[in-house]
């Protein structure tokens, strides 16, 4: 089970999230990011080749070497520099106020300690700064909400900690953010897996 977690579960993740129905999210999120950017969780690199001109670089952080190392072919191909950081994200090693956007892909799910997370982020980012997300989430939906409360002990243990049932917004406007932009729904699939929040907040 150790060897199915922490290396056959993530390898198959890293290929689903590679699918078409991502694309439309990550261009939308990614190509809204500008300045110095922060990306929380950068696994793979899946969204590197989406930056554009408006980002001036990109510091991916991410606690697993295995997925910096994998990331680091994709970003030789792409126009934007890119700093690989390995660390955790309830622990960012970077000054405060030192970044203009921070991003986040499908990452608030399965961060240990999402409130020092989100602490962190808010440091880290300049006076005015924006968080850009895509996140999975708790559904709106009462009986979509129960199979998500039932699967998440299960999935967290299957999936690197990923839960199904953690409330994207008022997470957000607990932890000092507020949101100025969402857009919910969900994407093809099983419910329980494919509530989407996406949008940007600012520090309070």
Same mark, same amino acid.
């Given at each position: 089970?150790?060897?199915?977690?922490?290396?056959?579960?993530?390898?198959?993740?890293?290929?689903?999230?590679?699918?078409?129905?991502?694309?439309?999210?990550?261009?939308?999120?990614?190509?809204?990011?500008?300045?110095?950017?922060?990306?929380?969780?950068?696994?793979?690199?899946?969204?590197?080749?989406?930056?554009?001109? *408006?980002?001036?670089?990109?510091?991916?952080?991410?606690?697993?070497?295995?997925?910096?190392?994998?990331?680091?072919?994709?970003?030789?191909?792409?126009?934007?520099?890119?700093?690989?950081?390995?660390?955790?994200?309830?622990?960012?090693?970077?000054?405060?106020?030192?970044?203009?956007?921070?991003?986040?892909?499908?990452?608030?799910?399965?961060?240990?300690?999402?409130?020092?997370?989100?602490?962190?982020? *808010?440091?880290?980012?300049?006076?005015?700064?924006?968080?850009?997300?895509?996140?999975?989430?708790?559904?709106?939906?009462?009986?979509?909400?129960?199979?998500?409360?039932?699967?998440?002990?299960?999935?967290? *243990?299957?999936?690197?900690?990923?839960?199904?049932?953690?409330?994207?917004?008022?997470?957000?406007?607990?932890?000092?953010?507020?949101?100025?932009?969402?857009?919910?729904?969900?994407?093809?699939?099983?419910?329980?897996?494919?509530?989407?929040?996406?949008?940007?907040?600012?520090?309070?």
């Amino acid at each position: 089970m150790h060897i199915y977690t922490d290396v056959l579960f993530p390898r198959l993740c890293d290929l689903a999230m590679r699918s078409h129905r991502f694309v439309p999210y990550r261009q939308r999120v990614i190509g809204a990011a500008q300045g110095r950017v922060l990306e929380i969780g950068s696994g793979s690199g899946l969204n590197l080749p989406f930056y554009g001109e *408006r980002a001036c670089e990109v510091l991916a952080l991410e606690p697993a070497a295995r997925m910096i190392r994998l990331a680091r072919a994709k970003s030789h191909s792409g126009t934007v520099p890119v700093a690989f950081i390995e660390a955790s994200a309830e622990e960012i090693p970077l000054d405060s106020g030192s970044v203009d956007t921070v991003v986040t892909t499908w990452t608030l799910c399965t961060i240990p300690h999402t409130p020092a997370a989100l602490a962190e982020i *808010r440091r880290v980012l300049r006076q005015g700064g924006r968080l850009l997300f895509v996140e999975h989430g708790a559904s709106p939906d009462p009986r979509v909400r129960l199979w998500q409360d039932r699967l998440t002990p299960v999935w967290k *243990r299957l999936s690197g900690g990923c839960h199904l049932n953690r409330p994207i917004r008022d997470l957000l406007e607990a932890n000092g953010f507020q949101v100025d932009r969402l857009a919910t729904g969900y994407m093809p699939g099983p419910k329980p897996l494919t509530f989407i929040s996406e949008g940007s907040a600012r520090p309070r």
